[in-house]
């Protein structure tokens, strides 16, 4: 950039900030029984807006790396200024509505409509009939945000029907249903969850936790869900340095067709009633994955994924790490601390394996290339590569390349917590040409060739070396070819098995022994 162009950028960045200078903005949420279509929101915007204030709508929700274009949702956008008088109300674009210069505070009200899938549609649902008993939004469907003005602290008021309780992990606000937020990145990554709710708490480490559910079923069995995620959260926080990076903790649990995402401090675990009710524990590397992200994503990130930008795509090559390593972790630390046994462990590897050794795209796209095209495709196109399942094995085998070359003296837990010290909020994150580097100076090994390989090339895994470190054998036996008619319905599959050798060294022990340890659980309190 040349010194002309900073002044003009300069010139122009105190221009708006001239133009706008947002102090403060109260969001309402109101949610009424009987209307089951949508929801309605106000936001009083103070401080000066000498051109107007405007608003826009979020394009997507960090976590889920997809286009949504929430301002779809919304109805009835109108204006306000201080003395309650209508002002003029233009749509510029899509995304943005902006309100005429008038008499501050400025209350923009809308209504915004129920997505008709679920937590991530941006279609409006047809208005039904009955009562409303459950009300959950991703904020970023629900809040717009102030254009110049994402900095300035929030509050939140929700108005409930009679008898709902709500569940935000937001700090509290001094009155009932009130809660404060210091920016808009926050009051956005804050899930709400209101209704005839079941809620539970519990400390660990002096934080206390929420499980919401989104039912008052006194039958679920919340102490189970509870003696699940104990080891889970003590395990996690331990590895990471021992103090957990928040004030408060949510898992929020409704209906939903099995996925999981994270928040800042909460995260939301949309499975089927039925089988979370009956066994919570089949659950537990989705709770743990979703925890882990608490370091891995929404603290330790790639630049790119914070301060969000909403307005659209941001691309990254490294969700192979931000997801693919968060899986990883989901499966260790259900290992280390006994939630999974041995051969759960291995049979839970073993799946992935045979998903990326049968899927021929490993060989024609990188991970890094699966990762920069996320938004394009979505989740229903992660068959193409998938870069929670490759990147869940390069976590594997740099791990075990670590340990291998260091006589395991060093692993991948040092690495995160390294790259936490060094790039973790509030720092920036890390540049898309930083990672190798800064995983190699951690590990005191250079790791760069052999990611850069895994990485942005095609070359094949050495699952079957690498496995090999621990006394594992992987073993692969070639598919018997399929002739005529048949060779043209299904394409033969390699069959994978991964078993203990039959005869191990005492180097193999130690390193399945480093692997499985647990040196963390018991730094952190059990209350
Ligand atoms: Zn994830």
Redesign the pocket.
């Known amino acids: 950039m040349t010194m002309c162009a900073r002044l003009i950028l300069g010139v122009c960045v105190l221009a708006s900030w001239i133009a706008a200078q947002i102090s403060g903005v109260a969001y309402t949420v109101t949610v009424k029984a009987d209307v089951l279509d949508r929801t309605f929101v106000s936001m009083t915007v103070s401080g000066t807006a000498a051109e107007g204030v405007s608003i826009e709508m979020p394009a997507w929700s960090p976590?889920a790396y997809e286009l949504r274009n929430y301002w779809k949702l919304l109805r009835n956008v109108e204006a306000t200024d201080a003395d309650g008088k209508t002002v003029s109300v233009t749509h510029p674009s899509d995304v943005r509505w902006t309100a005429a210069p008038a008499k501050m505070p400025v209350t923009f009200t809308y209504d915004r409509l129920e997505p008709a899938s679920g937590l991530f549609g941006a279609e409006g649902t047809k208005p039904r009939s009955g009562k409303r008993e459950h009300v959950a939004f991703n904020p970023t469907d629900t809040y717009a945000y102030v254009v110049d003005g994402k900095n300035a602290p929030c509050t939140l008021k929700l108005v409930v029907p009679d008898g709902w309780k709500h569940d935000v992990p937001l700090a509290p606000g001094g009155a009932p249903g009130v809660y404060t937020a210091p920016d808009y990145d926050t009051l956005a990554d804050a899930t709400v969850e209101m209704g005839k709710l079941r809620i539970h708490t519990f400390t660990v480490g002096g934080i206390r936790y929420t499980l919401t559910l989104d039912r008052d079923d006194p039958k679920f069995p919340m102490e189970s869900v509870e003696n699940l995620l104990r080891p889970i959260i003590r395990h996690s926080i331990g590895m990471m340095g021992g103090t957990a990076p928040f004030e408060r903790y949510s898992f929020q649990m409704h209906e939903g067709p099995g996925y999981?995402l994270?928040h800042l401090s909460s995260c939301t675990i949309a499975v089927p009633y039925f089988l979370l009710r009956q066994a919570p524990g089949q659950f537990d590397t989705l709770f743990a994955?979703?925890f882990f992200?608490l370091w891995n994503?929404k603290r330790l990130r790639p630049k790119v994924l914070g301060p969000f930008d909403y307005t659209g795509p941001c691309r990254t090559k490294h969700l192979w790490f931000s997801?693919g390593v968060?899986?990883y972790y989901a499966d260790l630390i259900c290992w280390r601390t006994g939630i999974t046994k041995d051969e759960v462990f291995r049979q839970n590897l073993l799946g992935e394996i045979r998903r990326l050794q049968s899927n021929p795209q490993r060989l024609k796209e990188s991970v890094a290339a699966a990762s920069m095209s996320a938004f394009d495709r979505g989740y229903s196109g992660l068959s193409t590569l998938d870069y929670y399942n490759k990147g869940k094995l390069v976590g594997l085998c740099l791990d075990l390349h670590i340990r291998r070359e260091t006589s395991n003296r060093k692993s991948l837990d040092d690495v995160m917590r390294d790259l936490h010290a060094a790039y973790g909020l509030p720092k920036a994150g890390f540049g898309e040409d930083e990672l190798f580097g800064a995983i190699s100076k951690s590990a005191g090994v250079d790791v760069a060739p052999q990611l850069s390989k895994w990485v942005d090339g095609m070359d094949e895994l050495p699952l079957i070396e690498m496995l090999a470190t621990v006394g594992w054998n992987l073993e692969k036996r070639a598919a018997a070819s399929v002739e005529g008619a048949e060779s043209r319905r299904r394409r033969p599959r390699d069959s994978w098995s991964l078993t203990p050798m039959r005869i191990t060294t005492y180097e193999h022990v130690e390193a399945l022994n480093a692997w499985k340890a647990d040196p963390y659980t018991e730094r952190v309190p059990r209350e």
């Open positions: 976590g999981g994270e994955h979703e992200h994503v997801e968060t899986d």
